[in-house]
């Protein structure tokens, strides 16, 4: 089983920065994209930006310029820099990774648990 832990989400102003942290851990063989979704409340789940194993990254156009997406392969963990927060930035976050659990195992979906992220006017 793959098991994923956020941290580092909080209540900010306006203008203000986070940053989100998600290690990976448990048995895998391998993990290819990590990324970061968002839900606030009465909403779907939304991307925020993903990261490939080989650094390639994607974000929604509603971050693009103010979040960063960030990885560490040696420890497993992806980062999401938040920066310029505003208001409707406000939701839960939630760490995605698709891994292998063996060699010759189908690529799977893992989700963590989320963490809360508020922005006050």
């Known amino acids: 089983q793959v098991q994923l832990v956020e941290s580092g989400g909080g209540s900010v102003q306006a203008g203000g920065s986070l940053r989100l942290s998600c290690a990976a851990s448990?048995?895998?063989?391998?993990?290819?994209?990590m990324g970061w979704y968002r839900q606030a409340p009465g909403k779907q789940r939304e991307l925020v930006a993903t990261?490939?194993?080989?650094?390639?990254?994607n974000y929604a156009d509603s971050v693009k310029g103010r979040f960063t997406i960030s990885r560490d392969n040696a420890k497993n963990t992806v980062y999401l820099q938040m920066n310029s927060l505003k208001p409707e930035d406000t939701a839960v976050y939630y760490c995605n990774a698709n891994a292998k659990r063996r060699a010759f195992t189908n690529w799977a979906s893992y989700w963590g648990q989320g963490t809360q992220v508020t922005v006050s006017s």
């Open positions: 448990g048995s895998f063989f391998s993990i290819n994209t």
């Open positions: 990261i490939t194993s080989d650094g390639s990254t």
